[in-house]
């Protein structure tokens, strides 16, 4: 959890500082991961090389919001609510925090990972040890963007949807092209 300290101004003009704080949890980190196909992590770098400040700030517009919460009183949960982040957001705390980020790389770094598990990192060492030895199918462990096109042609339908999957707006550009491409071929390759 990370307990940010921002200094804003209230809607009188009088200079506040107060403590916010953010948490995305293991659950919540599990969904982000999988929301994108090449992995959360592999996706930000993406979207920060590709310098599209719009995407960029959408992202952490989306981090901010969906980590803001409070602290119970008694220390056990940590509270979010749609309710919760639309509060934060409508303030002048929310207006600062967001401008650090987008104008300090190292700030925005430190943020998105002190709103991460404290044991999130060495849980993943774990992980990493835990399956060093596993051996698992060559198969089993590629992702769509593995293949080559060449090789998405050629599977049949029943494989090409294993892979890719089913839904198009899962798909990314390329691969819903190649899907595309698999419908519309006339050639006798297997369909």
Do not use: W
């Not at 060093?132 to 049949?156: C, F, G, I, Q």
Request: aromatic share 8%.
């Amino acid at each position: 959890m990370l307990r940010k300290t921002i200094m804003f101004k209230d809607l009188d003009g009088n200079a506040l500082v107060e403590d916010f704080y953010f948490h995305i949890s293991k659950t919540e980190l599990i969904k982000l991961e999988i929301s994108q196909d090449e992995g959360m992590e592999a996706y930000l770098k993406k979207i920060v090389a590709s310098g599209n400040n719009k995407e960029i700030m959408a992202i952490f517009e989306s981090i901010i919001l969906s980590s803001y919460g409070r602290r119970s009183d008694d220390g056990k949960r940590f509270i979010k609510s749609a309710e919760i982040s639309e509060e934060f957001h409508q303030t002048d705390a929310y207006e600062e925090l967001m401008f650090e980020l987008m104008t300090d790389a190292g700030a925005a770094a430190k943020f998105i990972t002190g709103c991460l598990p404290d044991d999130f990192e060495s849980r993943i060492k774990e992980l990493e040890v835990a399956t060093e030895n596993v051996e698992l199918p060559a198969d089993a462990v590629r992702k769509v963007t593995d293949y080559t096109e060449a090789e998405l042609l050629s599977m049949d339908q029943d494989e090409f949807d294993k892979v890719a999957g089913t839904d198009p707006q899962k798909m990314s550009r390329e691969v819903m092209l190649i899907a595309f491409r698999r419908r519309t071929r006339t050639d006798p390759v297997q369909q």
